[in-house]
């Protein structure tokens, strides 16, 4: 399902499509994980593909693998060539997401709205949309095989993995994300939320898998645009969550078409982070994937 060439390893055997990643079985228990250029939105996968943003995904994942092992160790063995596709340790990949909050935005701000609170987290009333949060918070969501993963509390994430994984994967993703909003922030960016996905090993070490602190997992803001109380513009895909809701689209497969001015722009975002993160110019990591494990 793959919609832009890559070269397959030998002994590759396809075990699933994402809505933007494949997942192959590789000789030796491992895995190759291949980030496509599709996008995704309101949980649809769009008809139409935005060129490199995969690679984009798959860059900025290692960067911050490189850079976080001393927080957590991560399942990536080797960045392939092609800039797209990681081979990976095979891990138990927890059946919750581990998101972290810095700010009032998304599902956390209707959720606030709604109860002033943000899974089992009550914050102080009177908080505007945007708002930095006192601190950042640890909001697990479970996984939903189709629709829409769903925020839950601490209670029902400990029912699903036991208190002593759910406090160490809290532990970690806050960690994690302080290191990377510290770092993006000396780079212009606000982290104002993002999302992990730990596993385990054979030993029931805990293992940062997936992506990390990518354009499809996180919320990255402009800093020199941030206003609270307003939806700052970003550099992920709210751009085209804005194209669509504007379309008055109803969330349902077929999605909608994405013109040339859209596929552009949205490209030129995840660029712009990609390059702002890593201080790297995107086409160099193009003609040269590991320079961002450097």
Known sequence: MTETPFSLPPG???????????LY???DDRLLLVASDRIS????????????????????SAFWFARTRAIV????LALRPDGRSMECRKLRMLPIECVVRGYLAGSGWKDYRAGGAVCGHVLPAGLSESDR?????????RKAATGHDENIDRARAVEMVGADLY?????????????AADHAAARGIIVADTKFE??????????????????DSSRFWPADSYRPGTAPPSFDKQFVRDYCERLGWAKTYPGPALPAEVVDGTRARYVEAFERLTGLRFADYLADPTIVQR
Request: aromatic share 6%; glycine share 8%.
């Open 198 to 215: 730990f596993g385990t090993d054979d030993a029931g070490t805990l293992i940062l898998g997936d992506e990390a602190i990518t354009p």
């Open 167 to 179: 406090d160490a994967a809290e532990r970690t993703a806050i960690a994690l994300y302080r290191f």
């Open 12 to 22: 590759a055997v396809h075990l699933a499509s994402g809505k933007v990643r494949e």
């Open 73 to 76: 160790p991560n399942h990536l």
């Open 25 to 27: 079985a590789l000789p």
């Open 133 to 141: 949060l006192p601190a950042p918070i640890f909001t697990p969501a």
């Open 41 to 60: 939105t309101f949980d649809v996968v769009l008809p139409t593909a935005i060129p490199d943003k995969g690679r984009v995904l798959t860059g900025l």
